[in-house]
């Protein structure tokens, strides 16, 4: 998200409006860069959140209530110390810059007033939050949520004891004093990039979003030379002023397809209306946009780690199996010692005493021609031919067992194959009930916690087919057990594509028409393995004749009475 100037602007609008007063009650810090601090208003309470999360730096009112750490750190117990019971008194920007102070008035042991100050700094990489007390000298700073040193910034340190200093000025264009000619030397100046670029570039307080918007305002939506719009940027950039000026916002998220969603202090004109959302208020849409941000990046952390973890396991039950497969064929072997051991056995007096190998006929050939074996000269004739026995039913022994134990890898590798699948089109609520399946399996292991874990249980993918009829779709190895085996009709017709995990799929009808069989099977060829293949087969079923063998790994079923259709196009 992209936090600029004209948003923090519209932020502190409205933190003016609603926060004088204002007495804080409580400070937690839930995220190592994020705090909230809770204030009581004459009629109301407030969240007011600051973030110096690179990411997503941030300032705004929320309603969200995250879960707070068990023992505070360190920043949020000298805020407390400092601020608890203190009131707000303004909130202010510096210029169009993304800094916004917030003072506040309290009193000390002895009953005097004293002011302080947290200065929030949204500036992504470089964001901080960071509280001051009045000095001769100046802001002297009495913590900050990130320490900067000599050795990490040449401008400034910001630690307890020094003096707060802002960070550099840049030199752009001040929005409220902007003139056309000052303009238009900076797009002289910067004459080879887009408008957009020159904007963001030249002018104080815009992000990539309103500079954008700007440019499709000025130039109607056309492919204009930069000189020739440098009048109606102008005019444009002077109403955003205005805009700031009176407080007159207009916040909204947009979001079209194929583009990131963002959030606007201002209405978006160069979108059409059914991709805009419009909020009552600048914080309230922050908040929600910023959830929902929060969210993506959860998600997006959470299913790295989980497919990490998964190929990890494929990986280890790849190599077992190649070992296992390699001992299997070494086994195989096993028959050539059974055979050896009775062709000697057959020509035990032709084997002489102390012999390293001897020549008999190969009775299991028709023409009976001498084959050599090799002989332990160190054994009797009868001890070599109990030796070559020996070695058949040891090898024969484990070959039953190795047998069993591939058959089990190769499931290993299908239910992991599967967690794989169900994590590439895993939503934040579908990924949560997959890592519990994780825990449950000891792929991961849980942070042990006193608390009660309350297990989340999502639900499937609902579609209509063309026909009418209705489609679900388990997105997890838990939801296709559930989907399947309870919720399921036993006249429901079930899909799954051939010996390829995936998920599963129910048609609430014994006897869909062609062109709804065909939709589901599209979906089971989507959310499997096989989602980027062509021509796949795509079994199908009545639910009744599906099962699950005992013991079986989640979404692990065996079923009979099947047909097969191909998939040949790409699902979409």
Known sequence: MSFDGVTLAAVCHELAEELPGAKIEKIVQPRPLEIILHLRGRHKSFQLLCSADSHLPRIHLTESKPENPPAPPSFCMLLRKHLVGARFLSAEQTALERILSLHFSGYD???????????????????????????????????????????????????????????????????FTLTEER?????????????????????????????REITYRASRGENAHPLEISRSLTVELRKLAEIITQGNFSPCLAQSPGNRPFFSPVSITSLPLEFLTPYPSVNQGLDLFS??????????????????????????????????????????????????????????????????????????????????????????????????????????????????????????????????????????????????EMAQSGLIHERKTSKKVVHSVSTPLQLISADGITIYVGKNNRQNDRLTLRDASPHDTWLHTKDIPGAHVIIKSANPPETTLLEAARLAVRYSKAASSANVPVDYTLARHVRKPKGAKPGMVIYDYHRTVYVTDYPT
Not at 164 to 169: D, K
Request: aromatic share 4%.
């Open 109 to 175: 042991d002895f009953g005097d007033e004293i002011k302080k100050t947290l200065h929030c700094e949204v500036m992504g990489k470089h964001s901080n939050i960071i509280l001051t007390m009045p000095r001769d000298e100046g802001a002297y700073i009495l913590g900050s949520i990130k320490i900067v040193t000599e050795e990490m910034s040449r401008h400034r340190a910001v630690r307890p004891g020094e003096f707060y200093i802002l960070p550099p000025v840049q030199n752009k264009l001040n929005l």
């Open 291 to 436: 959830i929902r941000q929060l969210r993506i990046r959860q998600e997006t952390a959470l299913k790295q780690q989980l497919m990490q973890t998964v190929n990890s396991a494929v990986s280890r039950a790849e190599k077992k199996q190649q070992l296992q497969e390699k001992e299997l064929l070494e086994m195989s072997e096993a028959d050539r010692y059974r055979i050896w051991g009775e062709m000697l056995t057959a020509s035990i007096n032709l084997l002489p005493p102390g012999a390293k190998e001897v020549s008999v006929p190969n009775y299991y050939n028709t023409e009976q021609e001498q084959i050599r074996i090799p002989l332990n000269p160190a054994l009797s004739p009868q001890g070599n031919i109990h030796r070559y026995f020996k070695k058949y039913r040891k090898l024969k022994d484990g070959e039953k067992i190795l047998s069993l134990r591939l058959s089990e890898t190769v499931k290993e590798l299908m239910y992991l194959e599967s967690l794989l699948a169900a994590l590439t089109h895993a939503a934040l609520e579908d990924l949560d009930e997959i890592r519990e």
């Open 183 to 211: 303009l238009a030397e900076k797009l002289t100046e910067l004459l080879a990039q887009p408008v957009e670029k020159i904007l963001i570039s030249a002018v104080m307080g815009l992000g990539p979003e309103l500079a």
